[in-house]
């Protein structure tokens, strides 16, 4: 893309998660020569498509003709591999920040430092955090230190709290199983380190996510690969 193509485009401000689901869902598939309409996948919005077009002409991934370059397909192709996919998002994505970041010192940059640059770049309010929230996401995904100054925490995934303990004990009912009605996970069937989020589904009762409580964020696109199986599948049970 040439930098006036790149001026027009605003940096990055879709979640970081929909970009490497979409970047880890075309891997095994045949990569199309043209990112259009035919091609959306069909869980997508026409919205967040459009937006993920941006960003991946942002990025230099498209081109403005929505032409898949080279260095996507090589991204592509290293999604699931976590050194190839860190080298290459170092390699091919993140210079498409360097007009904006220019010689700002990331690893002891303040968070205001990083907010001015994007500012310059023609961003604010909402779009302003949403970009900066990709960026440290990139960063960390592609192994480069950053300044802690960098706040991340509105990407952090939610963990339910604990409730407190009833005061008055309910008396068992043996017509219920020991899974419970509300799909709560086996009494002392979670392994050390490891979580397990209930689904509050009442057609689907006893369905929990388990995932491990050492869980780093280089890890989390393997999740999204699987979460987007499942949205794939939700939309195909729709359509019948």
């Not at 035919?38 to 919005?45: D, E, F, I, L, Q």
């Not at 990025?59 to 290293?78: D, R």
């Not at 802690?148 to 303990?165: D, G, I, N």
């Not at 689904?199 to 995932?211: A, D, N, S």
Request: charged share 25%.
């Amino acid at each position: 893309m040439s930098s006036d193509d790149a001026a027009t485009v605003k940096p990055v401000y879709i979640p970081w998660k929909t970009f490497a689901a979409y970047v880890g869902g075309l891997k095994g598939t045949t990569l199309p020569h043209t990112l259009d309409s035919s091609v959306k996948p069909r869980a997508m919005s026409g919205g967040v498509w459009r937006q993920l077009l941006s960003a991946l002409q942002f990025l230099g991934l498209v081109t403005t003709a929505k032409e898949v370059t080279a260095q996507f397909e090589a991204l592509v192709g290293s999604y699931g591999d976590e050194r190839a996919w860190a080298d290459l998002l170092n390699k091919h994505v993140l210079p498409a920040y360097d007009p904006i970041v220019g010689d700002l010192p990331i690893d002891k940059a303040t968070q205001g430092q990083l907010s001015e640059k994007f500012r310059s770049a023609g961003v604010d309010n909402q779009v302003l955090k949403k970009c900066m929230r990709f960026y440290v996401h990139l960063l960390a995904t592609a192994g480069i230190k950053y300044s802690p100054h960098f706040s991340m925490r509105q990407e952090s995934p939610t963990v339910p709290r604990k409730t407190a303990k009833k005061t008055k004990q309910e008396k068992p009912d043996a017509t219920k199983k020991n899974s419970g009605d509300h799909g709560d996970p086996p009494p002392d069937a979670t392994p050390k380190d490891m979580l397990d989020l209930p689904l509050p589904w009442k057609e689907f009762p006893g369905c929990f996510i388990r995932v491990s409580q050492k869980i780093t964020p280089e890890q989390i696109p393997l999740f999204d690969t699987m979460a987007n199986v499942v949205k794939q599948l939700a939309a195909d049970n729709g359509s019948k």
